[in-house]
């Protein structure tokens, strides 16, 4: 018994050493720890729990507050020194935290007598958590001992074992006629076969793109699950032979490369629906994975009962995947005749709604917002349990640009269908461009990047660590947001976006704004066409106070966006009118600004409160503008460019010596970093982090 005591010790001194290694790091967590322990994740969040009844981000903010209360009381550093010594991004957040944890701000700790100095506040009927984290560990250590070896090694009683996590990878399945024109429904039932599997919750299903870089691929069934970090791959092959169809299946161990289980399937061309069922059905027994009655019912549903247009309807999803205009104006000639034959057939008028949607997408005067709606429309009608039909519907209000509107139809389409990789995009962009959110946003992404593991070849893997990269940033997590863009440029050398967010991201660590202008001058150079950079180095050249740089940046911009007849970044109209008003342009300048007022006056996002607060800072109306900063005060989920950019604002030179400006900017600071704090821990005890 003894051997064992000391073992778990050992464990938790080296687990404390780690973290007291690592102080510094603001960006060290659960994932971190977990490397330097040479220990899973999953591994290290289950043995900290049961060790300390903590999580791992408790375990080490408690860890760097007892590291802080041991440095204010031994040593003369300050406390903005302490805080960043023991990993706190801002001394207001570590100086709440401080509170929230010994009952008393990190100020007063030389006034208290010892014994108190070191006592973490209590909570009320939460006896474990009357005492410091180093005791809470020490006790949870020799409970364990007196319990025995056994709780180590099986859950006790009664108690659920924990179950790893079910993945799946459906990989393209081949052709066996040397007739191309069967590639269609091959490709078809591929997709039926992952469309059934997306609709189950318990069960990762990577994304059709994820699977598609394995086609041609040499790579053996252990080097793709390694890549992709799934369980097991789903292979098959087919042809129809006249009016039957001939699919082999097979489900394969992703790390052995054994075949668990293998079918041929044998079926007229009209049970194709019973196909389709029957594999899914085969492939969830097999695996053992729960299907609630509710997934059991949206997976046996059957889209229609005219085989001819769910023929017609295969070949039009095809195009529709293909993508480009040409693409999506054929696959609504196929949808169309599918319609033609089943008026009741949603999901090829949901296919419908979103080749209109992404033949719109990029244009800025919308053709098929009508087709778009009456679509969208008849797929909810006559299956408002669809996924697709959801979505498209919640595609038509984005492009009407009522967002508020799309939000609950995307919610409820990812309930019917959790791995839509589709929807999760959706809902990163939806609280990144829309009603930014970044909590929502990261998670969104975070999510959608599990389920689109694209191979390191992969210019849309690209994307997705950049939608990542850009997330982590928004909300904070600047080391995690530089490593994510890495990747994206070590995937696609070639992704400018993402050395466009890079630039700026970099500023985060060195605060060196002209070198940030420079970076961005490099890529407005690869694209002189990018207005969003244009605007940007106008921005940069206003935080410098380079007037001049600034309006020739804005004029270039202000003429390309006439130009290409865009509505876009209404939001800078006050930064732009300030600038044109410094060269001697009062009227226009006085427009610009009156717009951003007029755009902001009815605005729903979080910044309303804040943009109209700098416009009457802006007109000398302090207390307004003291109002509008106090509401704004109370928000979470703002992005980290406002904590970063907003103090060096030209606006606010006159009153940042104002003792109650100072106030609510030291709150705008540290409710950020205690959401930052609130986010990563949701995340992890979702485990997407």
Do not use: P
């Given at each position: 018994m003894g051997d064992f005591l000391n073992l778990d010790n050992g464990f938790l001194d080296q687990l404390n050493r780690k973290i007291e290694?690592?102080?510094?790091?603001?960006?060290?967590?659960?994932?971190?720890?977990a490397e330097a322990m040479n220990m899973s994740r999953s591994n290290l969040l289950r043995k900290v729990k049961k060790a300390t009844n903590l999580s791992v981000s408790q375990l080490i903010n408690q860890t760097r507050l007892q590291r802080g209360m041991e440095l204010l009381r031994t040593t003369s550093l300050n406390v903005s020194e302490v805080s960043h010594q023991v990993g706190f991004n801002s001394t207001s957040y570590f100086i709440k935290c401080f509170r929230e944890h010994f009952g008393y701000p990190p100020g007063e700790v030389g006034k208290r007598p010892l014994e108190e100095a070191f006592t973490p506040i209590p909570e009320p009927d939460k006896e474990t958590e009357k005492r410091s984290p180093a005791l809470l560990i020490s006790l949870a250590v020799l409970l364990l001992a007196l319990a025995g070896l056994a709780t180590w090694l099986w859950p006790a009683a009664g108690e659920k074992p924990i179950e790893s996590e079910k993945s799946i990878l459906v990989l393209p399945f081949k052709n066996d006629s040397s007739d191309s024109s069967n590639v269609y429904l091959i490709n078809g039932l591929m997709e039926a076969t992952l469309n059934n599997l997306q609709k189950i919750k318990n069960l990762r299903v990577l994304s059709r793109t994820s699977a598609e870089k394995y086609r041609n691929s040499s790579k053996s069934i252990p080097e793709i699950a390694e890549e992709l970090n799934v369980n097991y791959l789903v292979e098959g092959s087919g042809q129809k032979m006249g009016d039957k169809i001939v699919l082999n299946i097979q489900l394969v161990d992703g790390s052995t490369d054994r075949h668990l289980w293998s079918k041929q399937y044998r079926r007229e061309a009209g049970d194709i629906f019973t196909l389709q069922q029957e594999i899914s059905k085969d492939i969830v027994a097999e695996i053992q994975v729960f299907i609630s009655p509710e997934e059991k019912q949206r997976i046996e549903k059957i889209p229609t009962n005219n085989p001819e247009a769910y023929d017609l309807f295969l070949q039009g999803v095809g195009l529709l995947i293909s993508g480009n205009d040409t693409n999506l104006e054929k696959s609504l000639e196929y949808f169309q005749q599918a319609i033609d034959l089943d008026p009741t057939f949603a999901h090829a008028y949901a296919c419908s709604a979103m080749a209109y949607y992404f033949l719109d997408y990029f244009r800025t005067d919308k053709q098929y917002l009508d087709e778009l709606g009456s679509s969208s429309d008849k797929a909810i009608l006559y299956d408002p349990k669809l996924g697709e039909s959801l979505t498209a519907k919640a595609m038509y209000y984005m492009h009407k640009k009522e967002y508020t509107e799309a939000l609950p139809y995307l919610e409820k389409g990812l309930e019917y269908n959790p791995n839509s990789t589709q929807i999760l995009g959706l809902l990163a962009d939806y609280y990144n461009n829309y009603m930014p959110n970044t909590g929502k946003y990261l998670e969104y992404a975070l999510k959608g990047l599990r389920l689109d593991a694209g191979s390191e070849d992969s210019v849309s893997?690209?994307?997705?660590?950049?939608?990542?990269?850009?997330?982590?940033?928004?909300?904070?997590?600047?080391?995690?947001?530089?490593e994510y863009l890495d990747k994206s440029l070590e995937v696609n050398p070639a992704n400018l976006f993402s050395h466009y967010v890079r630039a700026f991201v970099l500023h985060a660590h060195d605060k060196d704004l002209r070198k940030t202008r420079e970076l961005l001058k490099v890529e407005f150079e690869k694209d002189t066409n990018r207005f969003d950079i244009l605007q940007d180095l106008g921005k940069v050249s206003y935080y410098l106070r380079e007037y001049e740089d600034a309006y020739q940046y804005y004029e270039r911009f202000i003429r390309l966006r006439e130009r290409l007849g865009l509505d876009v970044y209404t939001h800078e109209h006050m930064i732009i009118g300030i600038v044109y008003d410094k060269v001697g342009q009062e009227q226009k300048g006085k427009e610009f600004i009156e717009s951003y007022r007029e755009f902001f006056k009815d605005n729903q996002t979080v910044y309303r409160d804040l943009a109209l607060g700098m416009y009457h800072f802006y007109k000398g109306e302090e207390a307004k503008g003291m109002d509008y900063l106090r509401q704004f005060s109370k928000e979470d989920n703002i992005q980290f460019w406002v904590i970063l950019f907003l103090p060096m604002d030209p606006i606010l030179d006159?009153?940042?010596?104002?003792p109650e400006f100072k106030e609510i900017m030291d709150e705008i600071e540290s409710r950020f970093w205690r959401n930052n704090q609130k986010i990563r821990e949701k995340l992890e005890e979702e485990g997407i982090w």
């Open positions: 290694e690592n102080f510094a790091r603001e960006e060290f967590g659960v994932s971190e720890l893997a690209s994307y997705f660590y950049l939608r990542l990269g850009n997330a982590l940033v928004q909300a904070g997590f600047v080391d995690k947001s530089l006159n009153i940042k010596g104002n």
